[in-house]
């Protein structure tokens, strides 16, 4: 014939544990770090490539500079030349189509050094585009105007050692262990689960009566209780049939890894084709580099005649113009010779990972 208040507060415990799923979570770590590599070597790869991009555009800023240092001196020839046609012409002895002809070769080399100047600056801007930089950060510092080439004994069993050392093939190698790994873990889901479980739970209870206990005839009074109960249990499961979806994944990975394998075998079959070729042309670069300084000593030895010869009037001002521009040809092909060594220097570190090593 009275009212009464009850509560409760349960607090309990459960943990679960796998014991087999067919080594899933084995699998998923090897997974997870492999991903992890993964994504390092992805880095290198990126900052290979920035390395590559910036050193090639500092040659192309170097070979820009170096040709205009040659349009430059050959600008130079060209006012000496006018100004002695001019002398000769003064004391009687100097043609004005000789001297029209000097003029016009000043006026050729004028134009062709402004374009030179051209090059530097487009070659400059796109070495700060390479930076990702702004020229003002730079200030004045000079780009050199000289190729430097330090002669390196490439061999071919060094290149093939270390072709397995490029950032491409490592990426490509550890996308074939991920991918080998990928297999391992479809096929987990062809074997059965055990799990073990376990819980402890209890939980706190209290009641009090409205008013007065009819048996003592006192005031209510605020009873507790507990209860406290645990629990063990282990757990069998396997999939009997889910229409093929398993093994569908399971020849979906088998394909995924076949191609990741094809990635990496393809991938060094080019970098050994590759390989071959960049070493022929770097030594016929080198042989041709050494003929391109005797061509130069040749023609500078031919012009030094030929000034002699032109003071003395035996031979007029279009042979001796021949033989200058023959001088700051062979001069020019010296540059690109060089410039083109460095290039392909640069690309065989590339591909043996030595880039920035």
């Known amino acids: 014939n009275g009212s009464f208040y009850t509560g409760n507060a349960t607090a309990g415990l459960q943990a679960n544990y796998t014991l087999f799923n067919g080594y899933r979570v084995r699998f998923d770590r090897r997974r997870l770090g492999q991903i992890e590599l993964q994504a390092n070597q992805q880095v290198r790869q990126l900052l290979e490539t920035s390395v590559f991009e910036v050193a090639q555009a500092y040659y192309d800023a170097q070979l820009a500079e170096a040709q205009l240092r040659n349009q430059q001196r050959q600008l130079i020839v060209s006012r000496d030349r006018v100004a002695f046609q001019q002398l000769r012409r003064e004391y009687g002895q100097g043609r004005s189509i000789e001297?029209?002809?000097?003029?016009?070769?000043?006026?050729?080399?004028?134009?062709?050094?402004?374009?030179?100047?051209?090059?530097?600056?487009?070659a400059t801007r796109a070495l700060y585009l390479a930076l990702d930089a702004e020229p003002d950060r730079f200030g004045e510092r000079p780009i050199a105007d000289t190729l430097i080439y330090e002669p390196r004994d490439w061999q071919l069993e060094r290149i093939a050692n270390r072709l397995d050392s490029s950032a491409n093939l490592q990426l490509l190698r550890t996308n074939e262990q991920l991918a080998l790994t990928q297999t391992e873990l479809a096929r987990t889901a062809m074997k059965p689960s055990i799990d073990l479980s376990a819980g402890l739970t209890h939980t706190r209870t209290a009641f009090r009566l409205n008013g007065e206990d009819p048996r003592t005839m006192e005031p209510g009074e605020l009873v507790f209780g507990s209860t406290g109960q645990g629990a063990v249990g282990i757990q069998a499961s396997y999939i009997i049939w889910d229409a093929g979806n398993r093994r569908r994944g399971i020849e979906n990975a088998i394909v995924n890894e076949r191609v990741a394998n094809l990635s990496v075998r393809n991938a060094l079959q080019d970098a050994r084709l590759q390989a071959r070729t960049l070493l022929a042309t770097y030594r016929t670069q080198r042989q041709l580099l050494d003929l391109q300084e005797a061509l130069i000593e040749n023609a500078q030895a031919n012009l030094v005649l030929a000034e002699e010869q032109l003071r003395a009037g035996t031979i007029n001002s279009f042979d001796y113009r021949d033989l200058q521009l023959q001088y700051f040809d062979a001069v020019q092909r010296r540059i690109l010779a060089v410039y083109n060594i460095l290039i392909t220097d640069l690309n065989l570190r590339r591909l043996t990972g030595e880039l920035i090593d």
């Open 99 to 122: 001297l029209l002809q000097a003029r016009t070769a000043l006026l050729a080399d004028s134009v062709a050094t402004e374009q030179a100047q051209l090059g530097v600056e487009n």
